[in-house]
């Protein structure tokens, strides 16, 4: 029986993703000094306001799939299907798009995983948009489910015993954002961050603070109406 798509540090994880996707087809190789390069622009308006991303250039097979499927209309009326306040939302589930109040939402995406690309200059401060995975030990990522961080703040404390606990070193600059802007540092270097929001922080705060089930799905409809790449 196929399990969620979800963060294995809640316990609810897919099976049956398949093979690896390489670079999009026709995409060009990453050239060096790509980081200095224009960062491409992908604005996620919903039903409770609109985001405006911006995906990273240092992580080019999980920016070229999110961008692939976002012209392709993919995430087009699909639903952020699981919300927990404090950590994250969720969505890219193509079985959200015609579900039921009562369906359970998790298991859907493409026949393909992309390989992880974790930076430690990526780190998961709130609004990093970042890549749902099962339980592979690859730690490769879905091909269309993603997370949006809403997170909480961390004291110098408690980011020492993250550190400690799993094997994590920050610079200043990095424990400074945890300490005030907040995120989740303990799924770092675990999942792979591919880009973060630039602009609509508060939509995030708004999409989480709705009322949700026993499985984390919003009680009425939090719905992608469109991801649109800025050309």
């Not at 991303?53 to 699981?82: M, Q, W």
């Not at 030990?137 to 997370?147: D, I, L, R, T, V």
Request: glycine share 8%.
């Amino acid at each position: 029986m196929r399990k969620n798509i979800i963060f294995i540090i809640l316990c609810s994880l897919a099976a049956g993703l398949s093979p690896t996707v390489k670079a999009q087809k026709g995409a060009a190789e990453p050239k060096k000094g790509a980081q200095m390069e224009q960062q491409t622009m992908v604005t996620i308006e919903t039903n409770k306001g609109t985001l405006k991303v911006k995906l990273y250039n240092e992580t080019p097979l999980h920016r070229d799939n999110f961008i692939k499927l976002a012209r392709e209309g993919y995430f087009d009326s699909l639903l952020f299907h699981r919300v927990i306040q404090d950590f994250m939302i969720q969505g890219g589930d193509p079985d959200s798009k015609h579900a039921a109040p009562d369906q359970s939402l998790g298991m859907g995406g493409p026949d393909y995983t992309v390989p992880a690309e974790f930076n430690k200059n990526l780190i998961h401060k709130k609004g990093a948009l970042a890549a749902a995975r099962d339980n592979n030990p690859e730690k490769a990522s879905s091909g269309s489910q993603f997370y949006i961080v809403q997170g909480k703040a961390w004291t110098d404390g408690q980011l020492d015993e993250i550190c400690r606990r799993y094997g994590l070193s920050y610079t200043p600059q990095q424990r400074n954002i945890y300490r005030t802007i907040g995120g989740t540092p303990f799924l770092d270097m675990n999942y792979t961050v591919f880009g973060e929001v630039v602009e609509g922080l508060s939509v995030i705060d708004r999409i989480a603070s709705v009322r949700t089930n026993r499985e984390d799905r919003p009680v009425e409809d939090v719905r992608i109406i469109s991801v649109r790449v800025e050309e």
